[in-house]
C-alpha cells in the first residue's frame, strides 16, 4: 500500500476545497475574494470613479474659494471621502478583471448621472458657494442614481456595500445644501431651482 505523506495532505485538503467551491453557479463565484461578481459590478467602477474623480476636481476649487465654513468643509470631506472610494473600487475592479469578469452597462443614461456642467467655470463663479452647490446637488443625484443600480444589480458584496454608503452620504449633503442655498437664497438672487422647500432627502 503507497502511504500519502504528511506534506501531500494539505495539498489534497486544498484541492477537496477548490472542487467543492466551485461546484457553485459559475457567474456568482467568478470572484473568489470579493464573493461573487458580475458585469454590472465593473461597469458601476467604471462610470463612477471619473465621476468621483470630477467632484474632487469641484471639490479642490471649493477648498481654495469657497466662501463660508459649510462649503469648505464640505469640499474637504468630498475630497477624502471620494479619494478612499476610488482606492476601494480600483481594488475590486482589479479582483473582478483578474477573475475573468467582462464589464457589462450600468443602463444609467448620460444625462442622469450629472456631469453635463464644466467644472473650470467654478474658477471664476461669483458668487462660488452658490453656484459650486447648484454644480454639487446634481452630480450627487447621479452619483445615487448610479449606486441605486449597482445595490440592485451588481453582486461583489464590497461594490454593493460601498453603494449603500454613497447613497447614505451624498443624500446627506444633498439636503445639507438646500438648507444652506436656501438660507443663501436672498444674495443669491432668487429662491433654489426645483425641489427646494419639500423636505429631506436622506
Same mark, same amino acid.
Given at each position: 500500500?503507497?502511504?500519502?505523506?504528511?506534506?501531500?495532505?494539505?495539498?489534497?485538503?486544498?484541492?477537496?476545497?477548490?472542487?467543492?467551491?466551485?461546484?457553485?453557479?459559475?457567474?456568482?463565484?467568478?470572484?473568489?475574494?470579493?464573493?461573487?461578481?458580475?458585469?454590472?459590478?465593473? /461597469?458601476?467602477?467604471?462610470? #463612477? =470613479?471619473?465621476? !468621483? *474623480?470630477? @467632484?474632487? %476636481? +469641484? $471639490? &479642490?476649487?471649493?477648498?481654495?474659494?469657497?466662501?463660508?465654513?459649510?462649503?469648505?468643509?464640505?469640499?474637504?470631506?468630498?475630497?477624502?471621502?471620494?479619494?478612499?472610494?476610488?482606492?476601494?473600487?480600483?481594488?475590486?475592479?482589479?479582483?473582478?478583471?483578474?477573475?475573468?469578469?467582462?464589464?457589462?452597462?450600468?443602463?444609467?443614461?448620460?444625462?442622469?448621472?450629472?456631469?453635463?456642467?464644466?467644472?473650470?467655470?467654478?474658477?471664476?463663479?461669483?458668487?462660488?458657494?452658490? /453656484?459650486?452647490?447648484?454644480? #454639487? =446637488?446634481?452630480? !450627487? *443625484?447621479? @452619483?445615487? %442614481? +448610479? $449606486? &441605486?443600480?449597482?445595490?440592485?444589480?451588481?453582486?461583489?458584496?464590497?461594490?454593493?456595500?460601498?453603494?449603500?454608503?454613497?447613497?447614505?452620504?451624498?443624500?446627506?449633503?444633498?439636503?445639507?445644501?438646500?438648507?444652506?442655498?436656501?438660507?443663501?437664497?436672498?444674495?443669491?438672487?432668487?429662491?433654489?431651482?426645483?425641489?427646494?422647500?419639500?423636505?429631506?432627502?436622506?
Amino acid at each position: 500500500m503507497r502511504l500519502i505523506s504528511a506534506r501531500t495532505l494539505p495539498a489534497l485538503a486544498a484541492a477537496a476545497t477548490l472542487a467543492v467551491a466551485g461546484c457553485g453557479d459559475d457567474e456568482t463565484s467568478s470572484s473568489k475574494s470579493g464573493g461573487g461578481g458580475n458585469g454590472v459590478d465593473r /461597469a458601476f467602477v467604471a462610470d #463612477m =470613479i471619473p465621476h !468621483h *474623480e470630477s @467632484a474632487i %476636481e +469641484m $471639490a &479642490k476649487i471649493a477648498q481654495q474659494r469657497g466662501e463660508s465654513a459649510f462649503v469648505k468643509e464640505l469640499a474637504d470631506d468630498i475630497s477624502s471621502s471620494q479619494s478612499e472610494e476610488i482606492a476601494t473600487m480600483r481594488r475590486e475592479d482589479e479582483a473582478l478583471d483578474a477573475a475573468g469578469v467582462k464589464r457589462g452597462s450600468l443602463g444609467v443614461p448620460d444625462h442622469m448621472k450629472g456631469m453635463d456642467h464644466d467644472a473650470a467655470k467654478l474658477k471664476s463663479a461669483d458668487p462660488f458657494d452658490a /453656484a459650486f452647490i447648484k454644480m #454639487m =446637488i446634481p452630480h !450627487h *443625484e447621479g @452619483a445615487v %442614481e +448610479m $449606486a &441605486k443600480v449597482e445595490l440592485a444589480k451588481g453582486e461583489d458584496r464590497e461594490l454593493k456595500a460601498l453603494a449603500q454608503d454613497i447613497i447614505d452620504a451624498q443624500r446627506r449633503e444633498i439636503s445639507e445644501m438646500r438648507e444652506h442655498l436656501g438660507g443663501a437664497a436672498s444674495s443669491d438672487g432668487g429662491a433654489p431651482d426645483e425641489e427646494h422647500g419639500s423636505g429631506h432627502s436622506g
